[in-house]
């Protein structure tokens, strides 16, 4: 069975910096590119950044909201995505998930994207 | 960037009833369009991917169509277990975008 689990989250002032882990299992953790997204209380969703495959480079994308603040990385051998967040600012408040896809193979419609999410992990950065 | 835009935000409906809810993209994204479910506290649930392809496992109440600019998600005869919020998302080009979601409420 497929599973992600976050974990990491928690208050935090601002400035300050927090690490989010994604435990992943039931599938092959090198094969999917894993990506984060966010939720604000009562708002919507939104893409936070991916990070591809060690195949594909190991390199990752943000959004421009986050660029420079966050890093993303990933441990082959504990299957683990992580979410560095630096320089937390209020607005970065948030239920934040992790999901996956097979970015390079996702036009064959064998592997739909983002079918699975993880339960989320609250931060909230307040002083 | 993508802007998705999502019409209605709210729709009222009874069960049995069928509902519509439409995606529109700022830029042509072919049919890289997915739908998710979303229930309070819990994370979204993929739906439709690739604007009409139904994800394992989902009623096939569920089903999506269009491409390009204009897609539409529909749910025929809608069940107490459907009320909830929806969210369309582009994956054509990052930085991926959603719509800002269509709240579905009992009538």
């Known amino acids: 069975e497929v599973q992600l689990v976050e974990s990491g989250g928690g208050l935090v002032q601002p400035g300050r910096s927090l690490r989010l882990s994604c435990a992943a299992s039931?599938?092959?953790?090198?094969?999917?590119?894993m990506s984060w997204f966010r939720q604000a209380p009562g708002k919507g969703l939104e893409w936070v950044g991916f990070i591809r495959t060690t195949a594909y480079g190991g390199t990752a994308e943000f959004a421009t909201s986050v660029q420079g603040r966050f890093t993303i990385s990933r441990d082959e051998s504990k299957s683990i995505a992580y979410l560095h967040m630096n320089s937390l600012k209020t607005e970065d408040t948030a239920v934040y998930y992790c999901t996956r896809i097979r970015l390079y193979y996702y036009g064959s419609g064998t592997f739909p994207p983002f079918d699975y999410w993880g339960q989320g992990t609250l931060v909230t950065v307040s002083s | 960037d993508t802007q998705m835009t999502q019409s209605p935000s709210t729709l009222s409906a009874s069960v049995g009833d069928r509902v519509t809810i439409t995606c529109r993209a700022s830029?042509?994204?072919?049919?890289?369009l997915a739908w998710y479910q979303q229930k309070p506290g819990k994370a979204p649930k993929l739906l439709i991917y690739?604007?009409?392809s139904l994800q394992s496992g989902v009623p096939s109440r569920f089903s999506g169509s269009g491409s390009g600019t204009e897609f539409t998600l529909t749910i025929t005869s809608l069940q107490p277990d459907d009320f909830a919020t929806y969210y369309c998302?582009?994956?054509?080009?990052?930085?991926?975008?959603f719509g800002q979601g269509t709240k579905v409420e009992i009538k």
């Open positions: 998302q582009q994956y054509n080009r990052y930085p991926w975008t």
């Open positions: 690739k604007a009409s």
């Open positions: 039931g599938f092959t953790f090198g094969d999917y590119t």
């Open positions: 830029q042509s994204i072919s049919s890289w």
